[in-house]
Nanobody
Framework: QVQLVESGGGLVQAGGSLRVSCAASGRTFSSYAMGWVRQAPGKEREFVASISWRGGRTLYADSVKGRFTISRDNAKNTVYLQMDSLKPEDTAVYYC?????????????????WGQGTQVTVSS
């Protein structure tokens, strides 16, 4: 069992940067692949980024590639999403998720545990 708590969301102007964090509880954090998924109002959940259990492999949605960076610190049980060059269309609730499979996945339904989400709003 893993509990996930996101933090670091907020309001930022277009072109700005924001880093969201996800703190996980449980001794087995390092054995999970982690991901970020977002949901904008009226839209379905959308994959953003994923990182393997050791951090050696990452995947990004085309819409954020080159602007967002996912990373993890297994010693701190934390995964991060650095968001640069933000656009108004990045506005969404950002969810942290953990997958027991240990491998990166772009499919939201493959994640087993979810945080409560943190709001990111990008103004134009």
């Amino acid at each position: 069992q893993v509990q996930l708590v996101e933090s670091g969301g907020g309001l930022v102007q277009a072109g700005g940067s924001l880093r969201v964090s996800c703190a996980a509880s449980g001794r087995t954090f390092s054995s999970y692949a982690m991901g970020w998924v977002r949901q904008a109002p009226g839209k379905e959940r959308e994959f953003v980024a994923s990182i393997s259990w050791r951090g050696g492999r990452t995947l990004y949605a085309d819409s954020v590639k080159g602007r967002f960076t996912i990373s993890r610190d297994n010693a701190k049980n934390t995964v991060y999403l650095q968001m640069d060059s933000l656009k108004p269309e990045d506005t969404a609730v950002y969810y942290c998720a953990a997958a027991r499979s240990m491998v990166v996945t772009t499919t939201p339904s493959h994640y087993d545990y979810w945080g409560q989400g943190t709001q990111v709003t990008v103004s134009s």
